[in-house]
Nanobody
Framework: QVQLMESGGGLVQAGGSLRLSCAAS????????MSWYRQRPGKQRELVAT???????NYADSVKGRFTISGENAKNTVYLQMTSLKPEDTGVYYC?????????????????WGQGTQVTVSS
């Protein structure tokens, strides 16, 4: 019914930029909240950025001023623009979407995770 597909990860040098994308497929009505998490080596998954519909974004202190979360409702796609990347940003990045969608002959609301995309920042 609903699937998320992430893309945009890769290897970049410190100071570089990457843009992650997360596209939701299915009969999506609303992206209620969009979020990006990451799991750095040896650490727990952590919230990087989040934004609810009609609200301002919130960022982890470690990425403020460097990362920007945004969404394109017409494409049911959310983005994470990452600039001034640091080696400590290395990890697997996951999108997390709170969606209202149509499925099983009803309107549903649920939270979905992307499959994760690897970001590696070399020094």
């Amino acid at each position: 019914q609903v699937q998320l597909m992430e893309s945009g990860g890769g290897l970049v040098q410190a100071g570089g930029s990457l843009r992650l994308s997360c596209a939701a497929s299915g009969r999506i009505f609303t992206i209620n909240t969009m979020s990006w998490y990451r799991q750095r080596p040896g650490k727990q998954r952590e919230l990087v950025a989040t934004m609810s519909s009609g609200s301002s974004p919130n960022y982890a202190d470690s990425v403020k001023g460097r990362f920007t979360i945004s969404g394109e409702n017409a494409k049911n796609t959310v983005y994470l623009q990452m600039t001034s990347l640091k080696p400590e940003d290395t990890g697997v990045y996951y999108c997390n979407l709170d969606l209202t969608y149509y499925g099983d002959s009803a309107i549903n609301r649920n939270i979905f995770w992307g499959q994760g995309t690897q970001v590696t920042v070399s020094s």
